[in-house]
Protein backbone atom coordinates (compact mmCIF):
# COMPACT_ATOMS: atom_id res chain seq x y z
CA UNK A 1 0.00 0.00 0.00
CA UNK A 2 2.99 2.67 1.38
CA UNK A 3 4.46 1.76 -2.01
CA UNK A 4 1.03 2.34 -4.19
CA UNK A 5 0.96 5.73 -2.65
CA UNK A 6 4.81 6.32 -3.26
CA UNK A 7 4.30 5.76 -6.86
CA UNK A 8 0.76 7.77 -6.80
CA UNK A 9 2.78 10.35 -5.45
CA UNK A 10 5.73 10.73 -8.03
CA UNK A 11 3.36 10.79 -10.71
CA UNK A 12 1.24 13.78 -9.40
CA UNK A 13 4.66 15.54 -9.08
CA UNK A 14 5.59 14.59 -12.19
CA UNK A 15 2.00 16.18 -13.71
CA UNK A 16 2.40 19.24 -11.44
CA UNK A 17 5.71 19.97 -13.57
CA UNK A 18 4.53 19.13 -17.08
CA UNK A 19 1.49 21.63 -16.18
CA UNK A 20 3.68 24.28 -14.85
CA UNK A 21 6.22 24.10 -17.52
CA UNK A 22 2.91 23.85 -20.27
CA UNK A 23 2.16 27.19 -18.81
CA UNK A 24 5.71 28.97 -18.68
CA UNK A 25 6.45 27.18 -22.25
CA UNK A 26 2.56 29.08 -23.44
CA UNK A 27 3.81 32.55 -21.75
CA UNK A 28 7.35 33.50 -23.40
CA UNK A 29 9.94 31.81 -25.66
CA UNK A 30 11.33 28.78 -24.87
CA UNK A 31 14.75 29.66 -24.51
CA UNK A 32 13.51 32.23 -21.87
CA UNK A 33 11.96 29.67 -19.64
CA UNK A 34 14.88 27.57 -16.89
CA UNK A 35 14.55 25.14 -15.24
CA UNK A 36 14.71 26.43 -11.72
CA UNK A 37 11.54 28.95 -12.80
CA UNK A 38 9.38 25.61 -13.64
CA UNK A 39 9.98 24.04 -10.26
CA UNK A 40 9.39 26.92 -8.22
CA UNK A 41 6.00 27.40 -10.48
CA UNK A 42 5.26 23.88 -9.33
CA UNK A 43 6.15 24.02 -6.35
CA UNK A 44 8.89 20.89 -5.99
CA UNK A 45 12.18 20.61 -5.61
CA UNK A 46 14.48 21.53 -8.63
CA UNK A 47 16.02 17.99 -8.48
CA UNK A 48 13.10 16.24 -9.82
CA UNK A 49 13.07 17.81 -13.22
CA UNK A 50 16.20 16.44 -14.04
CA UNK A 51 14.94 12.72 -11.83
CA UNK A 52 11.75 13.06 -14.21
CA UNK A 53 12.96 14.43 -17.42
CA UNK A 54 16.32 14.60 -17.48
CA UNK A 55 16.78 18.45 -18.48
CA UNK A 56 14.49 21.19 -20.24
CA UNK A 57 14.34 19.63 -23.55
CA UNK A 58 13.06 16.34 -22.30
CA UNK A 59 10.42 18.09 -20.07
CA UNK A 60 9.66 20.17 -23.32
CA UNK A 61 9.55 16.86 -25.08
CA UNK A 62 6.68 15.83 -22.29
CA UNK A 63 4.85 18.53 -22.92
CA UNK A 64 4.51 18.04 -26.84
CA UNK A 65 3.58 14.58 -25.93
CA UNK A 66 1.11 15.39 -23.81
CA UNK A 67 -0.60 18.39 -26.34
CA UNK A 68 0.20 15.58 -28.96
CA UNK A 69 -2.02 13.08 -27.37
CA UNK A 70 -4.73 15.42 -26.56
CA UNK A 71 -5.01 16.48 -30.29
CA UNK A 72 -5.00 13.36 -31.25
CA UNK A 73 -7.66 12.52 -29.39
CA UNK A 74 -10.07 15.46 -30.46
CA UNK A 75 -8.78 14.44 -34.29
CA UNK A 76 -9.69 10.73 -33.86
CA UNK A 77 -13.05 11.66 -32.49
CA UNK A 78 -15.86 9.37 -34.24
CA UNK A 79 -17.95 11.47 -37.22
CA UNK A 80 -21.24 11.40 -37.66
CA UNK A 81 -22.62 7.70 -38.52
CA UNK A 82 -22.46 7.61 -42.35
CA UNK A 83 -20.93 10.80 -43.03
CA UNK A 84 -18.91 11.20 -46.62
CA UNK A 85 -15.34 11.37 -46.84
CA UNK A 86 -15.31 15.28 -46.79
CA UNK A 87 -17.63 15.53 -43.74
CA UNK A 88 -15.75 13.08 -41.67
CA UNK A 89 -12.60 15.55 -42.44
CA UNK A 90 -15.02 18.65 -41.85
CA UNK A 91 -15.60 17.05 -38.73
CA UNK A 92 -12.45 16.48 -37.66
CA UNK A 93 -11.20 20.08 -38.32
CA UNK A 94 -14.31 21.08 -36.28
CA UNK A 95 -13.15 19.46 -33.35
CA UNK A 96 -9.13 20.79 -34.05
CA UNK A 97 -10.28 24.34 -34.37
CA UNK A 98 -12.50 24.13 -31.06
CA UNK A 99 -9.56 22.49 -29.61
CA UNK A 100 -7.05 25.32 -30.43
CA UNK A 101 -9.79 27.98 -29.45
CA UNK A 102 -9.85 26.99 -26.18
CA UNK A 103 -5.75 26.66 -26.31
CA UNK A 104 -5.53 30.05 -27.97
CA UNK A 105 -2.64 31.63 -26.27
CA UNK A 106 -0.68 28.17 -26.07
CA UNK A 107 -0.77 27.61 -29.93
CA UNK A 108 0.24 30.98 -30.63
CA UNK A 109 3.07 30.68 -28.13
CA UNK A 110 3.71 27.01 -29.06
CA UNK A 111 4.40 27.67 -32.97
CA UNK A 112 5.83 31.25 -33.16
CA UNK A 113 8.19 30.27 -30.18
CA UNK A 114 9.96 27.88 -32.64
CA UNK A 115 11.01 30.49 -34.69
CA UNK A 116 14.98 31.09 -33.51
CA UNK A 117 14.78 28.46 -30.70
CA UNK A 118 17.12 25.37 -30.81
CA UNK A 119 17.10 22.56 -33.64
CA UNK A 120 15.70 20.20 -30.64
CA UNK A 121 13.01 22.18 -30.01
CA UNK A 122 12.11 22.84 -33.51
CA UNK A 123 12.03 19.30 -34.74
CA UNK A 124 9.53 18.50 -31.47
CA UNK A 125 7.38 21.40 -32.70
CA UNK A 126 7.00 20.21 -36.47
CA UNK A 127 6.32 16.75 -35.44
CA UNK A 128 3.55 17.69 -33.81
CA UNK A 129 2.63 18.94 -36.91
CA UNK A 130 3.13 16.25 -39.37
CA UNK A 131 1.55 13.84 -36.66
CA UNK A 132 -1.13 15.76 -37.89
CA UNK A 133 -1.52 15.33 -41.73
CA UNK A 134 -0.14 11.98 -41.05
CA UNK A 135 -3.92 11.09 -39.74
CA UNK A 136 -5.54 13.06 -42.67
CA UNK A 137 -3.08 10.93 -44.88
CA UNK A 138 -4.19 7.84 -43.19
CA UNK A 139 -7.66 8.63 -42.98
CA UNK A 140 -7.75 8.29 -46.92
CA UNK A 141 -5.73 5.32 -47.22
CA UNK A 142 -2.15 6.73 -47.87
CA UNK A 143 0.60 5.18 -45.68
CA UNK A 144 4.59 5.40 -45.34
CA UNK A 145 6.28 6.38 -46.86
CA UNK A 146 4.59 9.86 -48.03
CA UNK A 147 5.22 10.27 -51.93
CA UNK A 148 7.93 13.16 -51.67
CA UNK A 149 5.88 15.29 -53.61
CA UNK A 150 2.49 14.26 -51.36
CA UNK A 151 5.20 15.31 -48.09
CA UNK A 152 6.09 18.76 -49.73
CA UNK A 153 2.67 19.56 -49.93
CA UNK A 154 1.01 18.52 -47.50
CA UNK A 155 3.54 19.96 -44.91
CA UNK A 156 2.39 23.44 -46.75
CA UNK A 157 -1.52 22.57 -46.26
CA UNK A 158 -0.83 21.92 -42.33
CA UNK A 159 1.37 25.64 -41.85
CA UNK A 160 -1.83 27.19 -44.09
CA UNK A 161 -4.06 25.50 -41.60
CA UNK A 162 -1.86 26.86 -39.16
CA UNK A 163 -1.58 30.48 -40.34
CA UNK A 164 -5.49 30.50 -40.62
CA UNK A 165 -5.62 29.45 -37.14
CA UNK A 166 -3.64 32.09 -35.90
CA UNK A 167 -5.17 35.02 -37.98
CA UNK A 168 -8.38 33.93 -36.66
CA UNK A 169 -7.47 34.09 -32.18
CA UNK A 170 -5.70 37.71 -33.62
CA UNK A 171 -8.62 39.15 -35.47
CA UNK A 172 -11.65 37.44 -34.02
CA UNK A 173 -13.75 37.85 -37.11
CA UNK A 174 -14.00 34.94 -38.60
CA UNK A 175 -16.12 32.46 -37.96
CA UNK A 176 -15.34 28.52 -37.69
CA UNK A 177 -16.98 27.19 -40.45
CA UNK A 178 -15.25 29.13 -43.16
CA UNK A 179 -11.47 28.11 -41.73
CA UNK A 180 -13.24 24.34 -42.16
CA UNK A 181 -14.22 25.04 -45.71
CA UNK A 182 -10.52 26.71 -46.61
CA UNK A 183 -8.86 24.02 -45.27
CA UNK A 184 -11.14 21.59 -47.24
CA UNK A 185 -10.65 23.13 -50.84
CA UNK A 186 -6.80 23.58 -49.65
CA UNK A 187 -6.87 19.68 -48.82
CA UNK A 188 -9.09 18.76 -52.28
CA UNK A 189 -6.83 21.38 -54.21
CA UNK A 190 -3.02 19.88 -52.89
CA UNK A 191 -4.41 16.06 -52.94
CA UNK A 192 -5.35 16.65 -57.07
CA UNK A 193 -2.18 18.69 -57.87
CA UNK A 194 0.10 16.02 -55.67
CA UNK A 195 -0.97 13.38 -58.22
CA UNK A 196 -0.56 15.90 -61.76
CA UNK A 197 2.97 16.28 -60.02
CA UNK A 198 3.97 12.46 -59.43
CA UNK A 199 1.09 10.33 -61.40
CA UNK A 200 2.62 7.48 -59.73
CA UNK A 201 0.53 8.83 -56.65
CA UNK A 202 -2.55 6.34 -56.37
CA UNK A 203 -5.74 7.21 -53.76
CA UNK A 204 -8.91 4.68 -53.62
CA UNK A 205 -11.40 5.11 -55.69
CA UNK A 206 -14.07 6.34 -52.84
CA UNK A 207 -11.13 9.46 -52.41
CA UNK A 208 -10.61 9.85 -55.87
CA UNK A 209 -15.11 10.13 -56.26
CA UNK A 210 -14.97 12.32 -53.29
CA UNK A 211 -11.97 14.58 -54.90
CA UNK A 212 -13.89 14.70 -58.40
CA UNK A 213 -17.08 15.61 -57.16
CA UNK A 214 -15.93 18.36 -54.27
CA UNK A 215 -18.20 21.05 -54.36
CA UNK A 216 -17.17 23.83 -52.23
CA UNK A 217 -19.64 24.45 -49.06
CA UNK A 218 -20.87 27.74 -48.09
CA UNK A 219 -20.25 29.52 -45.23
CA UNK A 220 -20.89 32.52 -42.80
CA UNK A 221 -18.82 34.92 -42.37
CA UNK A 222 -20.18 35.85 -38.84
CA UNK A 223 -17.76 35.74 -36.16
CA UNK A 224 -16.74 33.64 -33.69
CA UNK A 225 -15.47 34.14 -30.14
CA UNK A 226 -12.08 33.13 -29.12
CA UNK A 227 -10.86 32.12 -25.59
CA UNK A 228 -7.72 33.56 -24.16
Partial sequence: MCARRAGTAA???????????????????????TTSEIAGSAGVAYGLIAHHFDNKRGLYLAVMN????????????????GAALLDQL?????SH???????????VALLRGALGADPEHQTAVEGLRWRGAQRVLLALGVAEPVPAALRTSMHGWVGY??????????HH??????L??????????TLRTATTQNPSISYAPSVLSAL?????ASATLTPAPVEH
Avoid: W
Fill in 66 to 81: EIALEIAAVQLSPPPE
Fill in 11 to 33: ADRRQLIIDAARKLFASKPYDQV
Fill in 212 to 216: TAYVP
Fill in 97 to 107: IAYIDKHAGSF
Fill in 180 to 189: VEFAVAALVA
Fill in 173 to 178: DIDAEV
Fill in 161 to 170: LDEMMIDRIT
Fill in 90 to 94: RHSLR
